[in-house]
T-cell receptor
Framework: EAGVTQFPSHSVIEKGQTVTLRCDPI?????LYWYRRVMGKEIKFLLH????????ESGMPNNRFLAERTGGTYSTLKVQPAELEDSGVYFC???????????????FGQGTRLTVV | AQKVTQAQTEISVVEKEDVTLDCVYE???????LFWYKQPPSGELVFLIR??????QNEISGRYSWNFQKSTSSFNFTITASQVVDSAVYFC?????????????FGQGTRLTINP
């Protein structure tokens, strides 16, 4: 079974440009999460989808960030326009609808390393 | 506010040594989950363990063991007889005891290097 996959693995863009990150969760996982780790600091929660609905977006830093999950499958996270402080590793995770049985923990992707120059 | 502290930024040991990674957490919730994740050089976060706040029994899985002490708000992770393949960044995390919710608060991570 495929795990959580993220595209691209690495992106380098100039300040002011737009970047879109994609996450494909594990098939059948209704919950999808975005996290971000900025330069050696802790990994911070950005938002949580349940199917196509935003359940919690309290961690989104500002309105330059837009997350979507059309159809409740894959999700995109767009940063527009990108700023230097947006550089970091963006992780996506997914989990099953019901917990806390074994196997319902969050599974993470390999992350997208975003560098804004 | 919830917080997870991993005071050890980097640890370096020689292969076969035992090593303990510390994790201290703060929460006002009476029920919660604690987690450990491993991030190998490939980048993904690999789930290691989830422990709920009701269960303070220590857990052992092969060379890995976890010591959960609610009295000191700690959830330490010990690797016995370390191996080079254990080299990675390890994250401790705190999460709600809510069905389907995995909004995790992570520590800053401990980079563990096992030298041959």
């Amino acid at each position: 079974e495929a795990g959580v996959t993220q595209f691209p693995s690495h992106s380098v863009i100039e300040k002011g440009q737009t970047v879109t990150l994609r996450c494909d969760p594990i098939s059948g996982h209704d919950n999808l999460y975005w996290y971000r780790r900025v330069m050696g600091k802790e990994i911070k929660f950005l938002l949580h989808f349940v199917k196509e609905s935003k359940q919690d977006e309290s961690g989104m830093p500002n309105n330059r960030f837009l997350a979507e999950r059309t159809g409740g499958t894959y999700s995109t996270l767009k940063v527009q326009p990108a700023e230097l402080e947006d550089s970091g590793v963006y992780f996506c995770a997914s989990s099953q609808d019901k917990g806390p049985r074994p196997g319902t923990e969050a599974f993470f992707g390999q992350g997208t390393r975003l560098t804004v120059v | 506010a919830q917080k997870v502290t991993q005071a050890q930024t980097e640890i370096s040991v020689v292969e076969k040594e035992d090593v303990t990674l510390d994790c201290v957490y703060e929460t006002r919730d009476t029920t919660y989950y604690l987690f450990w994740y491993k991030q190998p050089p490939s980048g993904e976060l690999v789930f290691l363990i989830r422990r709920n706040s009701f269960d303070e029994q220590n857990e052992i899985s092969g060379r890995y063991s976890w010591n959960f002490q609610k009295s000191t708000s700690s959830f330490n992770f010990t690797i016995t007889a370390s191996q080079v393949v254990d080299s990675a960044v390890y994250f401790c995390a705190l999460g709600p005891l809510i069905q389907g919710a995995q909004k995790l608060v992570f520590g800053q991570g401990t980079r563990l290097t096992i030298n041959p």
